[in-house]
């Protein structure tokens, strides 16, 4: 027998909160036959905290006569006794109930979150609830215990179900992973699920392999010198359901121009022009016709996709020539086939968390068309995993690699050197520009979309961290590798220890200089560092000492066979770079006038880490990028502030070297959408909270749905969320907000499906990973300015460059962000729109005049007192 066990509790810390209701199942092993249930509420001792009752349904009242705990420590040890015991992320509840005398601790422990982890990996969020409708499972009552507790037990059917009807081939495979495992769950797990056909470690390899197949060769890319380029109408009379647009074709015009004379220009195209097909038809067309290949860079990898399978796709089936496109992500999105065998041949008794993250990849390489890890879901745990078995390794692609013909990197390598486009993301781009091994050479012929983002990611991209948890760790995983018997590194201790003692030195400076900076201020987390700020003179001399010993191991580690040697290969690259790093950071730059932001930082007063960045990114891309390519394209929607392009101009130092365009908007601004901006709120910055909840609730009971809060803060959303949800919910409208209902994933998906239902409460940082077309959203409640955080050290740095860093920096930033949230909401000549604005600076500062820059000129705007505005819209006239 099983015992299937859910707990609703005060919130998440088992140490601090307190169980209010909990459920126990048993249920037969074989049958999934419910044999006994146990259930009942428990009384905290204290007040339920009001965002676990919105969440739960559970109150004070419902608890208040109920037993305590300690009550029923006894009962629930004899109903569980020595059965297993099953849940939906089963450790948290397991812990709560050893942390209040529930002797759980030598219970097998099932969980259906991590059956699921291989069962249904594809799905994007393995919430229990996600998972319900997924399989079409039943799910009434969500968040109160009993009811969990009967899906759980069904999830758990359904999942078994799955693997034990997986093919026998898949079976052996998994079968091989929880062989290795010695850890009494997997191997109660192994024996009921009858995985007990391993393979020996050669038929895994060889079998595998031929799952993999070879790297194959390619065409050679499509070309056609007779091609006529001319964008009149009977162009693109061979679309179906096309109609070229006027600002489109424009656009496409310039792009050929740019691409043709080798011309370097920056396009601000509003939302609707169509702008990915007016760069992407003439970018096909040149290269099919010159031969010369094309990149296009955008801001994600989502953006990448949709570029690939939803517009090239298109035209691909609709163009009347042939061409080959691609696409290319960074090296830690591709698994390493040398590294995934030489993980599991180093590791001679795996983990559990290791045995479902290899049980996962193996389904995985079955399934896999793109070779691209992304296309999983890895959880904080599996993170450190993911980069031992990723491509970011310089040892993949040498002749040394036994399995290089296999290497996804290679495969995805060898199909862009033929492809006529090829589509990165900025990271990758900016990446490759600083990375010793490149995955592509020299660029030619570039169009940047979604430009805006191209100094956040610059500052990512060129930003190096060193940490004392980070070092030992490296040093550590060498120190595994090479005690296994004839992996031994010369000298290995001695190296390890005098490098271990210098890096500690230097970071004893590091806090002595942090400690003595914070006299007097101790509530300072970080430090700019400026000049040369070690007083003691033996740092250098600590520095030197760290590069020599590096030099050693290096030269010792390359005594060793390749493959021993590949297996830490990265590892000594990573010393290498931190020492390279804490050169940078020594170095007697002066903050103004350097080349880096450095920047100390007190974590959690415990322990010190630092960073560097480039101070300013532009001078490295015009260096670097702008100067290099023959042409260029730098488009986005949101590019032009005061009506020119200065600003950008200045950050990406764009200076003389591109010519600028702008298209104007084809939307009727003055009857689509609405710009309202309440004046009777109070003051956004000094405790307007309770009035603005009023007007939200308010506003969402005559709207009912479709409606995006964009926040600022997590602790805004977290009050918002208590204010509203309860009397939102009578009303039968669902509040979704962000770190309260689950992963990004989850929350979008529900809303998506509930949207004629449903508020969602979202941070202003993912608002551009999200994609809600048409009717599922028509009411856009923008909480506060998107200003950067006046904490930020990079902001802090960056706004020195500055003569006046608020009207020159911070308000341009803040109004690009404007700009983009606004510009992602009507995508259609029919869509209509509520925009509402409630921070009260617009009209009672000096500068918030300029924030009016943000939306269109021609906007229908209306300042009116809060009321006025809620009958409007009561009376359904606000168009």
């Not at 001319?230 to 179906?240: A, L, P, V």
Request: glycine share 2%; charged share 25%; with cysteine.
């Amino acid at each position: 027998m099983i015992v299937a066990l859910d707990l609703e509790t005060t919130w998440l810390s088992k140490d601090k909160d307190k169980i209010i209701e909990l459920a126990l199942i048993k249920f037969d092993e074989k049958t999934f036959e419910i044999i006994e249930v146990f259930e009942s509420f428990v009384n905290p001792i204290i007040p339920i905290p009001d965002i676990s009752s919105n969440i739960t349904g559970i109150t004070d009242d419902m608890v208040q006569n109920t037993p305590k705990i300690t009550d029923l420590v006894d009962k629930i040890t004899e109903f569980i006794w020595d059965c297993p015991i099953l849940g939906h992320n089963t450790n948290f509840d397991r812990d709560f109930l050893i942390n209040n005398g529930v002797k759980l601790e030598k219970n097998i422990v099932l969980d259906t979150f991590f059956l699921a982890n291989i069962a249904v990996r594809g799905e994007k969020s393995l919430s229990l609830e996600s998972l319900s409708d997924y399989l079409e499972l039943w799910n009434y009552g969500a968040h109160r215990a009993k009811n969990d507790v009967i899906n759980t037990i069904k999830l758990f059917e359904k999942l078994v179900g799955k693997i034990k009807n997986k093919s026998k081939i898949k079976r052996s495979f998994i079968s091989t992973i929880f062989a290795k495992s010695s850890d009494k769950n997997i191997v109660w797990l192994r024996d009921y699920l009858d995985l007990n056909s391993p393979l020996d470690e050669e038929a895994f390899i060889k079998d595998l392999l031929k799952i993999i197949g070879k790297s194959d060769k390619t065409d050679e890319i499509k070309l056609d010198e007779s091609l006529e380029i001319d964008f009149d109408e009977n162009y693109f009379s061979s679309f179906s359901n096309f109609e070229i647009r006027e600002n489109q074709k424009i656009m496409a015009e310039s792009v050929i121009e740019a691409l043709d004379k080798n011309k370097k220009i920056v396009i601000e195209a509003p939302t609707w022009v169509g702008k990915t097909f007016a760069y992407l038809l003439p970018s096909i067309l040149y290269s099919v016709k010159t031969g010369e290949k094309v990149f296009i860079s955008t801001s994600s990898k989502a953006l990448q996709d949709q570029i690939i399978y939803k517009d090239l796709d298109y035209f691909a089936k609709n163009l009347w020539i042939d061409f080959s496109y691609c696409k290319l992500k960074g090296r830690r999105n591709y698994l390493s086939v040398f590294s995934f065998f030489d993980m599991l041949h180093q590791n001679e008794f795996l983990l559990s968390d290791e045995v479902w993250f290899f049980s996962k990849l193996v389904l995985w390489l079955f399934d896999t068309k793109e070779w691209e890890l992304d296309e999983l879901n890895f959880y904080p745990w599996e993170f450190n995993l993911l980069k031992k078995i990723s491509a970011d390794n310089s040892f993949i692609l040498k002749d040394q690699n036994p399995y290089k013909i296999y290497e996804f990197i290679l495969k995805a390598r060898t199909k862009a050197t033929k492809s006529n486009i090829v589509v990165i993301n900025h990271a990758l781009l900016l990446g490759d520009l600083v990375n010793d091994n490149a995955i592509f050479g020299n660029i030619s012929n570039l169009v940047v979309d979604e430009r805006h983002n191209l100094e956040d990611t610059a500052t990512d991209s060129f930003k190096k961290t060193v940490n004392t948890k980070y070092f030992e760790e490296t040093l550590a995983y060498i120190e595994k590798i090479q005690a296994k018997p004839n992996n031994a590194i010369k000298d290995f201790h001695e190296i390890k220890e005098s490098l271990l003692l210098n890096f500690n030195m230097i970071f004893e400076d590091f806090s002595a200089y942090f400690y003595k900076k914070q006299f007097g201020n101790q509530n300072r987390e970080f430090l700019i560092w400026g000049d040369f700020f070690i007083e003691s003179s033996d740092i250098e001399i600590l520095i030197k000492n760290m590069n020599s010993k590096w030099e050693s191991l290096l030269k010792n580690a390359l005594d060793l066979e390749d493959k021993v040697y590949a297996s830490i290969e990265q590892e000594i690259a990573i010393i290498r770079e931190i020492i390279d790093s804490l050169k940078i950071i020594l170095e007697d730059w002066i903050i103004s006038n350097g080349k880096y932001i450095k920047v100390v930082w007190l974590n959690d007063r415990t322990w010190i880490y630092c960073y560097h960045t480039l101070l300013n990114p532009g001078d490295y891309l015009r260096d670097n990028l702008w100067y290099k390519l023959d042409s260029c394209v730098l488009t986005s929607a949101t590019l032009r502030i005061w009506e020119d392009f200065s600003y950008i101009e200045k950050i990406l130092k764009l200076n003389d070297i591109f010519a600028y365009s702008y298209l104007q908007s084809d939307f009727d601004y003055s009857t689509q959408a609405l710009l309202f901006i309440p004046n009777n709120l109070g003051n956004i910055k000094y405790g307007n909270n309770n009035m603005i909840l009023d007007f939200l609730e308010k506003l969402f009971k005559i709207v009912k749905w479709r409606s995006l809060v964009l926040f600022t803060s997590y602790q805004s959303i977290k009050d918002s969320y208590i204010g509203l949800h309860n009397p939102l919910k009578k009303e039968w409208i669902d509040v979704y907000a962000q770190n309260i209902w689950g992963s990004k994933h989850k929350l979008l998906e529900q809303f998506r499906k509930k949207a004629a239902s449903s508020i969602l409460f979202w941070t202003d940082s993912f608002w551009e990973w999200i994609d809600i077309a048409g009717k599922d959203l028509e009411t856009l409640v923008i909480y506060k300015f998107p200003f950067a955080p006046p904490t930020d050290p990079i902001f802090l740095a960056r706004s020195k460059l500055f003569t006046d860093s608020f009207s020159d920096y911070a308000i341009p930033k803040a109004i690009i962000k404007l700009k983009q949230w606004f510009g992602r909401l009507i995508r259609t000549k029919n869509d209509k729109w509520i925009v509402i604005l409630l921070d009260n600076r617009i009209f009672s500062t000096k500068w918030g005049e300029k924030m009016f820059l943000a939306f269109p000129e021609n906007i229908n705007k209306k300042v009116w007192e809060s009321e006025s505005f809620l009958n409007l819209l009561k009376d359904k006239k606000w168009v």
